[in-house]
């Protein structure tokens, strides 16, 4: 007699599958992740292993001995999420931050929701607004980088995107250069270079794990809003390249907002998920208590998703 099993999606109908995709975006990941080892050193090292490992074993553990079903552990999307975080964190966050953060990632907002392809939110976005929400101190403490390599021009305190109410808008927007294009001190280890990010999302298209639309609405709409705003007090209010190339807004855009499981499925509904996260972050940067917006725009664009996905649906086999 055959044996049928029954699991959860995502299920494979395709010549592709979830751990074969899961590997490309660590491989897309690898550049970004590269730069920030070089200028960081081995304290970020430590950080993405500590953080990579976690999720793992967390996954690991909570399938087999809560669901006792191993089906739903996949080692490559755990490590994504790993990753993701650990990009999301500065490097002089303490271990035990970390992985209290890889915890609840797993734990708390995908493995409760059912395991892959069930969390509604982005784990690594969701851990990362815990730590922020939970240890402001530790979670807002940018050091200079200390690695490999050396910057004359680093500093520690607050980032670009912290400095704006000190320097103001005028003398933040004269910050940004090719440099910021290629390296960005201060901030996570993932907004250290804007270049390194671009090269993997490049790699995403070209392998087609995912499509443009969402992140290219997300950088259309945030130079839109940017570029009234500026234009409406340039004293003010920051520039649309400024906001473009500072902060996590292309980390996200790139790798988080695109999301297979908590993003919308259809082009239109991609369209209006990335025209939302930009409009909110940047309320967020320009109104907001916090200067970054990325990840609180993330999780609330999130739960639009449902709305999103049965408003704009493909046509239904068999009907017109």
């Known amino acids: ?37 070089l ?44 990753l993701l975080l650990a990009m999301n964190l500065p490097v002089s966050t303490p271990w035990w931050i970390v992985v209290l953060g890889a915890l609840f990632a797993i734990g708390v907002v995908k493995m409760s929701f059912g395991g892959i392809g069930q969390n509604v ?6 851990a990362r607004v815990f730590l ?33 109410p000190v320097l103001g808008a005028l003398e933040a927007d004269k910050l940004v250069s090719l440099q910021t294009l290629l390296y960005n001190i201060g901030g996570s280890a993932g907004e250290i270079s804007a270049l390194a990010l671009l090269v993997g999302w490049a790699y995403l298209l070209i ?6 639309w969402i992140t290219l609405s997300i950088f259309a709409t945030v130079a839109v809003v940017a570029g009234i705003f500026h234009l409406a007090d340039p004293t003010l209010y920051t520039g649309p390249l400024f906001n473009l190339l500072t902060g996590g ?32 972050l ?27 996905n049965r408003w704009f649906h493909g046509k239904k086999y068999g009907r017109a």
Not at 51 to 69: G, Q, R
Not at 283 to 305: C, K
Request: a neutral charge; hydrophobic letters at 55%.
């Open 1 to 37: 007699m055959d044996k049928h099993l029954v699991s959860p999606n995502p299920h494979i109908h395709a010549a592709v599958s979830t751990e074969s995709l899961m590997r490309d975006v660590i491989i897309a990941l690898l550049p970004a992740i590269i730069v920030s080892v």
């Open 39 to 82: 200028f960081y050193g081995w304290g970020e090292l430590l950080i993405l292993a500590v953080s990579a490992l976690s999720c793992v074993l967390f996954e690991w553990a909570i399938a087999k001995f809560l669901f006792k079903d191993t089906a739903l552990f996949c080692c490559p999307a755990a490590l994504v999420t790993g």
């Open 121 to 126: 939110f982005n784990p690594a976005i969701a």
């Open 132 to 164: 922020l929400v939970s240890f402001p101190q530790q979670m807002t403490h940018w050091t200079a980088p200390a690695g490999f390599i050396h910057s004359v021009d680093a500093f520690s305190g607050a980032t670009l995107l912290g400095q704006v």
């Open 207 to 212: 392998r087609r794990v995912i499509k443009p």
């Open 249 to 280: 807004v292309i980390l996200g855009a790139c790798f988080m907002a695109t999301d297979y499981v908590t993003s919308p499925m259809s082009t239109w509904g991609g369209v209006i998920y990335g025209v939302g996260i930009g409009f909110l």
């Open 282 to 308: 940047m309320m967020i940067r320009y109104f907001g208590s916090y200067p970054e917006g990325v990840s609180f725009a993330i999780l609330l664009m999130n739960m639009t998703v449902p709305l999103l």
